[in-house]
């Protein structure tokens, strides 16, 4: 299969830091479909091997298995191609047909990997061009707008132009190989389905924590905040991916409608539920990895006084047969104590206890980064015949190990199923519009409300109402345990 892929955006920190070094280890995988060409596009002018020397030297800081050596990137550079472009002049869009239609290519994937705020104009411009055929999709990166009503607007302006199966909206927490592994956990195996259920299970807790600050995007990261950073899309993906009732193929839309069934069963926010069950942080100065850290206030481009969240914590629940009652805690933040993201479902306790110590119940860890793999907790027998009789061990699957040879990252799995047509990762616009209706009284509420998010040391787990607020459930965060 030929395939072109446009990157708009070509010369962004997304295309050099994940989408390049993704289509190089595609390529030397030998994945990506033969016949490729990779075009990227970007305001300024230069040759195509100005622009392969720019690639070339960004792939200096790509950490060194995933370098290419000098030979390999010259086979992967053929690919490469550089168009300048003026994102709002029709005449270069008829250029860039014209570049596209010389050779009939079958797939054309137009990735857009620039600021949000031109996916409209690139989308109509496109559709004006007439580049939005069959063989056309089109691929949107995050942030899809800043609100429901935003969100409504970017997606009807792409409908206009393109079918709901031509537009990918990419959610890259779907793309993490755990997340595949929970599906294939789910509905691959007999075993976990008749306990994934609120007679089996105390609670869920999904953590997507970061040790990074906010760095360079102070500026794009105030206007943001951690809930619509990170909760609204990924926290809330991978929640649809525990909850959902098992589809009845592996086809996008069974899978997409049981995942925009569950959205549509979490528990709505009140005011005051607002105000019990979600915590907002932002962190001040402390010490990550045993370096000094910075407070957010003090980060380049973040204004003075800014009230932007940089943590979030929340309870919610699935109000439906299988969940009533169980809480799902999610939680995400900058600054905290490690990179660490994982999933951690809480089984009910054993009914009767017999053994001392018998009192922990088993858990199943979905471990998301830095290692991703799988823990089931169990409690075994210690042999020694005094005290507790039982202590913790878990099973612990690693697919590095297991799997370690075919293997690919998220964004390398996300462009292959783009350029392939397969749709399952990727977002459709009426979950993605659900999940900004289910945030968006939380937006209001901290909108209504003065008060200042609450302050957390970086290097911590985030301010201790996180705890508290899931203490009143009798339950505590898993590190904490
Ligand atoms: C992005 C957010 O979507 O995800 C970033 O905009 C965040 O703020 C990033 O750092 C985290 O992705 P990952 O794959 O490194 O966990």
């Known amino acids: 299969m030929s395939f072109d892929l446009v990157l708009f955006g070509g010369t962004g920190d997304l295309a050099w830091r994940k989408l390049m070094p993704a289509l190089f280890q595609a390529f030397r995988h030998g994945k990506l479909p033969a016949h490729g060409r990779i075009l990227a596009v970007a305001r300024d002018a230069r040759s195509d091997d100005d622009y392969r020397a720019l690639i070339q030297a960004r792939f200096g800081e790509v950490e060194s298995a995933k370098r290419p ?15 300048r472009m003026d994102l709002s002049q029709p005449a270069d869009y008829v250029g860039l ?12 994937v137009m990735y857009l990997a620039t600021s949000p705020h031109l996916f409209p104009l690139v989308c109509a411009q496109l559709g004006a061009a007439g580049l939005n055929g069959p063989h056309v999709r089109v691929v949107l990166e995050k942030p899809l707008g800043h609100d429901l009503r935003s969100a409504r607007e970017i997606n009807r302006v792409v409908a206009a132009a393109f079918g709901e199966h ?20 789910r509905f691959g195996n007999a075993l976990f389905e008749p306990l994934w259920r609120r007679e089996s299970i105390a609670n869920i807790q999904i953590t997507l924590a970061e040790a990074i600050g906010v760095g360079t995007r102070g500026d794009f990261y105030d206007r943001t905040g951690a809930l619509r950073d990170m909760v609204q899309n990924h926290a809330l993906q991978l929640l649809t991916m525990i909850a959902m009732e098992p589809p009845p193929t592996h086809d996008a839309d069974a899978i997409r409608d049981e995942k925009l069934k569950v959205l549509k069963s979490l528990k709505a926010f009140t ?4 105000a019990r069950d979600v915590v ?8 990550v990895d045993g370096k000094a850290a910075i407070g957010y206030l003090d980060e380049a481009k973040v204004p003075a006084g800014s009230t932007t969240e940089t943590f979030v914590a929340l309870r919610t629940e699935v109000q439906n047969w299988r969940w009533a009652g169980v809480p799902f805690f999610l939680r995400t933040g900058k600054r905290l104590a490690a ?3 994982q999933i951690v479902v809480n089984f009910r306790p054993v009914p009767h206890p017999i053994f001392p110590g018998s009192a922990r119940a088993n858990k199943l860890v979905i471990k998301l980064q830095p290692e991703d793999g799988l823990e089931l907790h169990l409690l075994a027998a210690k042999g020694s015949g005094h005290g507790d009789w039982l202590a913790p061990v878990f099973l612990d699957l690693d697919f590095e190990k297991a799997f ?12 292959l199923d783009a350029i392939a047509g397969r749709l399952n990762l990727f977002v459709r616009s009426d979950e993605q519009e659900q999940a900004w209706r289910w945030v968006e009284p939380v937006l209001q509420a901290w909108a ?34």
């Open 97 to 108: 047909k014209q570049w596209l239609g010389e050779r009939g290519t079958q797939t054309v």
């Open 280 to 287: 907002r942080g932002q962190y001040r100065a402390g010490t």
């Open 448 to 481: 209504d409300d003065a008060s200042p998010p609450r302050p957390y040391a970086a290097g911590t787990w985030g301010p201790p109402a996180a705890s508290a607020m899931i203490a009143r459930d009798g339950c505590v965060w898993d590190e904490e345990q």
């Open 69 to 83: 050596s000098n030979e390999e990137f010259e086979r992967f550079a053929a690919l490469l191609h550089y168009r």
């Open 271 to 274: 005011p005051e539920s607002v």
């Open 339 to 341: 990179r660490h993201a």
């Open 166 to 185: 031509q537009a990918l909206r990419i959610d890259h927490y779907l793309g993490k190989p755990s997340v595949q592994n929970l599906s294939a956990l």
């Open 404 to 415: 370690a040879a075919e293997r690919v990252g998220a964004y390398e799995r996300l462009l």
